[in-house]
């Protein structure tokens, strides 16, 4: 499976195929309730619901940003329970933030070692809007075998930023906003600004507004600077936001991207 996106007719015709389980990643930053709460009012038919905070994430330290990657052997129970087979079940996440959810649950996935994720395309907005199926049942759970194997190389923390953003073809990525990337608004950490030598990239770039893809080519035409890039350590507030820019590299074929998982959230901590 080399797709990374599917459109919500393909969706459609793959509902009851079961081989595909879906995974709905709705989350609000401003209201951590708000996610699980619209899941529970309607959803994609026969999708499960996985929380930012308490799925996608393990509990705030001092140390490791505001959303820490969760524990591998406990994400790795939850999604055996939705009948998630390790490299054989396709997995399709959504949201309705333009993929900033959605793509976490990619990127984690992969990081497990299971390639077989998509997102998709225009999120719950765009499955809605074309009139298909939603529910406010929740699935029964099944059982899948989910063992995972860590891809570490896709990887860095704080040390391995340190060590490496400076080096002659490494390319530092701030996936924020341009006013937060220059320290002119940080509505969320105690310390605004960016790391030292990193280049701004928003996550909103890879799509529309309506949470579409943009062209191929537009995808191309942002990262070409890159493309010779021997290393892209990617990073945003929380680690959150960064895996739409990582989506975004693997979909023009640079693979070199790695997840700085702690941020700015996490390099602060140290100051």
Known sequence: MT??????????????????VIVDCRFSLADPQLGKQQYQASH????YYLDLNQDLSSPVEEHGGRHPLPNPKDLANKLSTMGVNYQKTLVVAYDDSRFAFAARLWWLLRYLGHEQVVVLNGGFAGWQKAGYPTTDIVPDQKMGTF???????????????KSRKDNANVFLIDSR??????????PIDKIAGHIPGAINY????????????????????????LETAEEILVYCGSGVTAC????????????????????WSDWISYV
């Open 202 to 225: 928003p996550w909103q770039e890879v799509t529309d507004s309506l949470g579409y893809l943009l062209p191929q080519s537009e995808q191309h035409r942002r990262w070409q600077e």
């Open 3 to 20: 797709q990374l996106v599917v459109s919500a007719t393909w969706l459609l015709e793959h509902l009851e195929d079961p081989q595909v």
């Open 244 to 263: 739409v820019n990582l989506l975004s590299l693997e979909l023009v074929g640079i693979s070199k991207g790695k997840l700085y998982a702690g941020s």
């Open 177 to 186: 906003e341009g006013d937060r990337y220059r320290g002119e608004r940080e």
């Open 147 to 161: 063992v995972p194997e860590i891809q570490k190389q896709k990887l860095v923390d704080i040390t391995d930023v």
């Open 44 to 47: 994609i038919s026969g999708a």
